[in-house]
């Protein structure tokens, strides 16, 4: 959605009874964050029926909403910023990180500050730049509430040897997940191509028409009662993939309250467990693993004596 303009709409029947922060922050797209919605609400640019409203204003069908659609402030760098890495490996060339969930990977549209580049550009002074200076050193990215390992580039030719296999799928990606109900298969592959959702521009679905090629494998670790215990290992990287293909499946990641049914764990319970690539340098596979954390393994357990 553009910025400086405006936006009319009147509330249908499927969107009443949303709050209206989310309804509006659904209509306006990419670039407009709920935080930042939130902000054009309590500031006065939204009016519904003529009346300034609050952001858990309930949405009622036939309402008539104007929204005013002020500037985003923009970002121009990214400060650095003294946040503790888990760091499990760093050379010249590269830094492997163990993400935590909640932390995201650059900055962005109300993600100003806490974000990975701060945290890796602090410790490590300076990382290469590809035509955005807001993801120096990034050639791949997790998802805010996904934890696990990533990689980052800390010269010029590591971030064109990295972004060039992960181009070229020359990447192994191996993920575990808790995911609703009882996976029946014990192995199995989803190939199911993935696009943008057409009229919620933040998420994705499954569009065999348009598109783009996505491919899934998983392995049935343990099945519990109400989930099961998954390892997953991504052919491709599309954006939600795991999420969008599980959705597919009728079998959602826990704690997905953008594509679940609702919030049955604090956080996405999806990690990224091992990542494996050449050495940008020395030209040795090289793979990278990390536990699964401590929610997640007490959710197995709890299942296990369930």
């Avoid at 306006?28 to 003529?50: A, C, I, P, Q, W």
Wanted: glycine share 10%; hydrophobic share 35%.
């Amino acid at each position: 959605m553009p910025q400086n303009e405006e936006l009319r709409f009147t509330v249908s029947h499927e969107d009443a009874g949303t709050r209206m922060d989310k309804c509006i922050t659904l209509k306006v797209g990419e670039g407009y964050s709920r935080t930042h919605v939130k902000f054009l609400m309590d500031s006065g640019f939204v009016r519904v029926n003529g009346e300034t409203v609050k952001p858990h204003y309930i949405a009622r069908e036939g309402d008539a909403v104007f929204v005013g659609l002020a500037p985003l402030p923009e970002i121009d760098d990214v400060e650095p910023e003294d946040i503790p890495l888990n760091i499990l490996y760093e050379d010249d060339w590269i830094i492997v990180v163990d993400k935590p969930a909640g932390m995201v990977v650059h900055p962005g549209a109300g993600n100003r500050t806490g974000t990975l580049v701060s945290a890796l550009l602090y410790h490590c002074g300076e990382l290469p730049e590809a035509g955005d200076s807001l993801r120096p050193g990034i050639v791949h990215r997790l998802d805010k509430d996904t934890s696990g390992v990533i990689v980052a580039a800390k010269n010029f030719r590591a971030l064109r040897s990295l972004a060039k296999q992960f181009q070229g799928r020359a990447v192994r990606k191996w993920y575990v997940a808790l995911v609703k109900g009882r996976v029946e298969m014990d192995n199995g592959i989803v190939e199911a191509p993935v696009a943008r959702h057409a009229v919620d521009r933040k998420k994705m679905n499954v569009d065999y028409a348009g598109g783009k090629e996505a491919c899934t494998l998983y392995h049935v670790i343990q099945r519990f009662s109400d989930f099961t215990f998954l390892r997953l290992e991504l052919k491709t990287g599309r954006t939600h993939q795991i999420r969008i293909h599980m959705k597919h499946l009728g079998h959602p990641v826990l704690g997905d309250t953008k594509y679940g049914r609702g919030r049955d764990m604090a956080r996405l319970a999806l990690h990224s467990e091992t990542l494996g690539f050449t050495h940008p340098d020395t030209g040795e596979y090289m793979e990278f693993s990390s536990p699964m954390p401590e929610d997640m393994q007490e959710a197995v357990e709890k299942g296990r004596h369930e």
